[in-house]
């Protein structure tokens, strides 16, 4: 099914009696909002007062929008059409409202958007995509979205995101890529976004992160990582991230504690559960520097030794340190000789 097809389709039923308008509460002419939740709308509705500033149509049955849909409504800062079937929107339609500035599309069938459908939108600050069936991501989506904060990509089918993708998004805080099939990300995936507070990749597959991924994001917060099959963490991949308040590594495969943490300036949580963790020399640095820093390790009785045999399925957070070996053995490799020399209380400063 295409859009153009259906476009074409919506002035003709438009012109059909207005009987398909009576399932939305009738609209006084001062209106600012529109709120239409009836089941069974299937066209959105038109002739709008032009001072509405925002409109809700959700939980209906809009599978398609005509081009013209938000013409003649030029204050139009939010527009919510969340739950409904929509597959495809024309590319002029955010044309005719810039002032725009919350865009709701959770709950669609989204499978992709037309490269312009932004091009308009310089306000926008809020976008949500979450729970559509996108396979990818264009970068001509995000070049005008210079005041964007809030973006939701979360619960599609991504499976990989172009480089520099988000590079002109300079305003944004809040990036959801959570429950996609991402397995890796481009190095510079997270080039521009300098005021990053908050990242979520959950329910992904990463396997590897790019050791400078997150050189760009330095003030990152929250960082949820949990649920993917991370199983090594490239030594300094977190280290430019002492802004962390949240740092969730939960249910990966990782195995050795062998990564740098960040400094925290506050207190750091902490989420290591789900992970068959060796529990050797690397483990005890870990919890010298956990048990010296101001961080609140959660989900401690599900952080559980895989090995060796003998602490097999103890508590990370209950061993002394005395019961894990006193050094590394030096390992070969490039980078990794000087960490191994670290003193304990050298670990993550590295
Ligand atoms: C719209 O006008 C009616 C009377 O004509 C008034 O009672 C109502 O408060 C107005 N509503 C808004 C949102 O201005
Ligand atoms: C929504 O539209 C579909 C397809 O036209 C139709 O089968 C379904 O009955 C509609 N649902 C409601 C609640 O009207
Ligand atoms: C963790 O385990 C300890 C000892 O086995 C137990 O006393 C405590 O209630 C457990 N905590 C949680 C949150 O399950
Ligand atoms: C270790 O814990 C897991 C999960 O709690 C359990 O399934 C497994 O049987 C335990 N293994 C041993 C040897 O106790």
Known sequence: MTCLGLTLLAPLLLALP??????????????????????????????????????????????????DALQGLPLLRELHLSSNRLQCLPASLL??????????LTGNLLEGLPPEIFHASG??????????????????????????????VSGNQLRKLPPHCFLLLRSLKSLDLS??????????????????????????????????MFQPTRGLR?????????????????????????????????HTLDFCLPEPRDTLSLDLSGNP?????????????????????????KTLCLAPLEHHNQSLATLAESELGVSCPPTPGPGKQESQELPPDQVGKA
């Open 18 to 67: 207005r009987s398909w308008g009576q399932p939305c509460p009738p609209v006084p002419k001062n209106a600012t909002e529109f709120v239409c939740t009836a089941p069974d709308l299937y066209i959105f509705p038109s002739g709008l007062p032009n001072g509405i500033l925002s409109i809700s149509v959700e939980f209906t049955n809009l599978s398609t929008m005509g081009e």
């Open 95 to 104: 044309w005719p409202v810039p002032e725009l500035r919350i865009l709701d």
């Open 123 to 152: 306000l926008l600050r809020d976008l949500v995509l979450r729970g559509n069936r996108l396979r990818g991501l264009q970068p001509s989506w995000f070049q005008s979205l210079r005041a964007l904060e809030w973006l939701d």
């Open 179 to 212: 429950h996609n099939f991402l397995s890796n990300l481009p190095a510079a995936a997270l080039q521009g976004l300098a005021q990053l507070e908050r990242l979520d990749l959950e329910g992904n597959r990463l396997w590897v992160l790019d050791e400078e």
């Open 222 to 254: 929250y960082l949820f990582l949990q649920n993917n099959k991370l199983s090594v963490l490239p030594d300094a991949t977190l280290l430019p991230l002492d802004q962390l308040d949240t740092l969730d590594l939960s249910h990966n495969a990782l």
């Open 277 to 301: 963790w060796v529990c050797d020399c690397h483990a005890a640095r870990f919890l010298h520097w956990l048990r010296s820093r101001p961080v609140h390790l959660y989900a401690r009785n």
